[in-house]
């Protein structure tokens, strides 16, 4: 059975930073584009970045460009999210996602950006 875990979240002041795993199992793990979603109370889910099945390319969204740095080891099959700069408006479930033949997404995890 696909699993994607997430893990990684907590609370944390402005100005602070966290990195988020993402951990899949029973996938060609280097086969897939890998995407960071987020979801914060009442809104739609945004992509917060997304890299390539080799790493080569990624993308961010405007809102978190210069702070956050997407990456994967595909030795490990996990994807990570360095998060540094945190801002309250980061405060959301953040989502891990596979793209290739299919579709998966993990159960998220929830970062909190507050003093």
């Known amino acids: 059975q696909v699993q994607l875990v997430e893990s990684g979240g907590g609370l944390v002041q402005p100005g602070g930073s966290l990195r988020l795993s993402c951990v899949a199992s029973?996938?060609?793990?280097?086969?897939?584009?890998m995407t960071w979603y987020r979801q914060a109370p009442g809104k739609e889910r945004e992509l917060v970045a997304t890299?390539?099945?080799?790493?080569?390319?990624?993308n961010y969204a405007d809102s978190v460009k210069g702070r956050f740095t997407i990456s994967r080891d595909n030795a490990k099959n996990t994807v990570y999210l360095q998060m540094n700069s945190l801002k309250p408006e980061d405060t959301a479930k953040y989502y891990c996602?596979?793209?290739?033949?299919?579709?998966?997404w993990g159960q998220g995890t929830q970062v909190i950006v507050s003093s």
């Open positions: 996602n596979a793209h290739w033949s299919r579709e998966f």
């Open positions: 029973e996938i060609t793990f280097s086969r897939y584009t």
């Open positions: 890299i390539g099945s080799t790493g080569g390319i990624t």
